[in-house]
């Protein structure tokens, strides 16, 4: 067990580069068992996450190994269909897997799947498309059981851009019989990424970054080497990060584009932002004001992973900000954690509401979930005084090197073992 120990008031100067996207390098690494053929995804992050999925892969027969950042896959003795409840419930992204086993051995077992407890995060989406394409399903014990003779091309719609149902549905379709059209997917630059890893192996997909996403089964996929999409959420917490403590940084990776809104709502701080190719520059610090009201909705709107890291640089600007989460019923388990350094937040529901104080001051703190937790570092990393959070494995599923790179900006944050 490790926490931080975070001396705040440090100003951040440097620049970053992000890394590579959690939430992109996941689904690719359930594609990856689409072929026999090798696949190399380049520059994953070390986090814990993707650890995680190299495990479940490896329980199926592939062998992964990270070579200088690299992941190689090679899934030509894969044989097993079955996902280890322990592995499935570390992380929820091991739905995805469901339709990659599907495609590749028509069928699949899964314990119901786990992640951050931010929520119900129901999979009813996922299992129904699945249904469409031709999946037989029973749930017992905790259980999913899949199987198909075939997969075949449907007409599918979702009720919700769900992220992990659209994936999902990708990977179930990219071999089907036939065409399958796919209204109201969930329009992600990570969606655009999976789009384009799987047509970069031979499939004929197109529409992804839209509502319609258009699939065109093909008769089999071929290795690929491939350089995702950088994490437009951990480059976004460096920016709330600089703004909070004031400096001069650049972020760079990330199209502006991933990430307007949050760069609007920054301004709207009364950060300074410039942004020029794959480079975003703040100037931060000073006497920020609140945000009015910060919503968080799908893609393009103000994403749910940054609004606990929004939330906690509203605590020390001026004014008052409504926070409206609408994604996930129980985002808001970092609250209390908060109010211990001093933070003026009530929440009701859906809604929070912050009364900005001059100064947070530090406190110790214990990280509930990964963006949660993210939040108490940039909390702490402003506040006056020493703070310490401990529970650092959320953080850790999510962010290579955090305390590194905080470090390499200014930041007094050191790591140590309890
Ligand atoms: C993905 C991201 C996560 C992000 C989220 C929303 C990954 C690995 N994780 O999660 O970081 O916070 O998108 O941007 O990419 N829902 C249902 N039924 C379903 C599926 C989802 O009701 O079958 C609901 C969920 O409970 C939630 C909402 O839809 O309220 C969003 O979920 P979804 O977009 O599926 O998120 P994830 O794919 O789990």
Known sequence: MDKFIIDGGRRLN??????SAKNSVLPLLAASVLTEKQVTIREV??????????????????SVEFRGGDAVIDSANASCHEISSALTRELRSSVFMLGSLLTRFRRAVISYPGGCDIG?????????????????????????????????????????PSVGATENILLASVMADGRTVLQGAAKEPEIVDLQNFLNAMGAKIAGAGTDVIE????????????LPVKDRIEAGTYLIACAICGGETEVTGVSAENIRLLLHKLRENGCKIHTKNDKI??????????????????????????????????????????????LFETRYKYVPELRKMGADIEVNGRNAFVRGVPRLHGASVTAGDLRGGAALVLAALGAE??????????????????????????????????
Request: a positive charge.
């Open 281 to 326: 520059m703040i100037s931060g610090g000073g006497c920020l004001k609140c945000n009015r009201r910060i919503e968080t909705m799908p893609f393009p709107g103000f994403p749910t992973d940054l609004q606990a890291q929004a939330t906690a640089l509203n605590c020390s600007a001026e004014g008052g900000a409504l926070i409206v989460e609408n």
């Open 45 to 62: 992050p070390a986090i814990a996450d993707v650890m995680c999925m190299a495990q479940i892969l490896r329980e199926l027969g592939a």
């Open 215 to 226: 699939i065109e089964g093909v008769k089999s996929l071929g290795g690929v080497c491939y």
């Open 14 to 19: 440097g620049s970053i580069r992000a890394q």
């Open 385 to 418: 005084g020493c703070s310490e959070v401990f529970d650092l494995s959320h953080i850790d599923r999510g962010y290579a090197d955090l305390q590194g790179k905080l470090r390499r900006l200014g930041a007094q944050i050191r790591r140590v073992r309890i």
């Open 120 to 160: 119900l995060r129901p999979i009813d989406l996922h299992l129904s498309a699945l249904k469409r394409l031709g999946v037989r399903i029973r749930e017992r014990d905790g259980f999913i059981f899949c199987d198909c003779d075939r997969l075949r091309g449907a007409e599918i719609a979702l009720d919700f």
